[in-house]
């Protein structure tokens, strides 16, 4: 079992930068792929970024590469997503997710999920 908790939602201003944490306990913590996921108001939910256990495969969406950056400290169990130079389309729920298996992750949904941080966007 995978525990996630997630921190560093908020409002912010078009042009400005966010940094969400997550930080993970449970028995294969730190053997865990993690990403983050995001869902506006009326649209599906979508991959933003994830990241393999060991920290050498990554994947960001188009919409959001070059801007936003995922990254992990595994010494601490927590991984990282850097977003800067935030628009309001970037405006959504943003939650924490991970599983024991990367592809799993990013192509078929995550088996663990974090309770998700709003992150607004004011233009």
């Known amino acids: 079992q995978v525990q996630l908790v997630e921190s560093g939602g908020g409002l912010v201003q078009a042009g400005g930068s966010l940094r969400l944490s997550c930080a993970t306990s449970?028995?294969?913590?730190?053997?865990?792929?993690m990403g983050w996921f995001r869902q506006a108001p009326g649209k599906e939910r979508e991959i933003v970024a994830a990241?393999?256990?060991?920290?050498?495969?990554?994947f960001i969406t188009d919409s959001v590469r070059g801007r936003f950056t995922i990254s992990r400290d595994n010494a601490r169990n927590t991984v990282y997503l850097q977003m800067n130079s935030l628009k309001p389309e970037d405006t959504g729920v943003y939650c924490c997710a991970a599983d024991e298996l990367y592809m799993r992750l990013i192509r078929k949904g995550p088996n663990y999920w974090g309770q998700g941080t709003q992150v607004t966007v004011s233009s």
């Open positions: 449970g028995r294969t913590a730190s053997f865990i792929s």
């Open positions: 990241i393999s256990s060991n920290g050498g495969m990554t």
